[in-house]
């Protein structure tokens, strides 16, 4: 199979499947797992990979030109990264060839599984109503929280889309969030301010990213972990702030 292919074109099938798993938000010894499979059920066996939240290097045996993919963008998306590992384990087992293989995989990456916003829309304010139960808040929080989490979150897709700074988007989305959920209480509709910005604030909170930063430090990657775990702390950071400003403020 070495001999019919290019070891190049295999380099850049592997990078291709890591940079849509790890833009996908899959882990990084998942993503370092796959291409080393892929590449090993080519006939490459001596590769050597490097991932970071931020690149992908990607060498064989040090003989070949070492290549570098860049990552400037992440979101979750999980139906990829398991579309990606369902195209591995074909490759590993025979089921398809490299034009099929690398067909499919531009396939994935050109695909958009995520949601209409309407949907994450009400998603979130219902989770964020559901939160607030969760915590031990009342159920006349119930609906002051629903609608809450769904100005919140919408602020927050619609502020991220016009500044590309993350964190920034966050922080105004959970200033906003507390700014209405006092509103609720002051007019007498909410009763607990604590309980409804807690619930209404859950859809921000990075679960993924701090689950992916435990798993890979846990794993050894130790770049990998501490990376996520500081920009899952800058995100929960910005959380905090722009409540704390509100609590502040009233």
Known sequence: MKNELQ?????????LAGKIMLQSGAETYRV?????RIAASYGLHDTHSYVTPTGIIFSINGQEPTKLIRISARSTDLEKVTQVNDISRKI??????????????????????????????IASAIASG???????GSWYDFIPAVITGGIGFT????????????????FLASFIIGVVAYLFVKTGTGQELDKIIIGSVM??????????????????HLVSGLSKGA???????????????VLALF
């Not at 070891?7 to 990078?15: G, H, K, M, T």
């Not at 859809?203 to 050894?220: E, K, M, Q, W």
């Not at 920009?231 to 400003?245: H, K, P, S």
């Open 7 to 15: 070891s190049y074109e295999i380099v850049d099938l592997c990078l």
């Open 130 to 136: 559901c939160f607030t139960i969760m915590f031990m």
């Open 32 to 36: 370092e797992d796959t291409m080393t």
């Open 231 to 245: 920009e899952a702390f800058l995100t929960a950071f910005a959380i905090g702030t722009g409540v704390a400003v």
């Open 92 to 121: 590993s087992s025979g089921d398809i060839n490299f034009e099929i293989a690398i067909k499919q995989l531009k396939q994935v990456e050109s695909s958009n599984h995520a949601y209409p916003i309407w949907i994450q829309i």
């Open 155 to 170: 602020c927050f897709v619609y502020i991220h889309r016009f500044v590309e700074l993350r964190f920034f988007a966050e």
């Open 203 to 220: 859809p921000l909170v990075p679960g993924l990213l701090i689950t992916n930063a435990v798993r890979d430090l846990i794993a050894g």
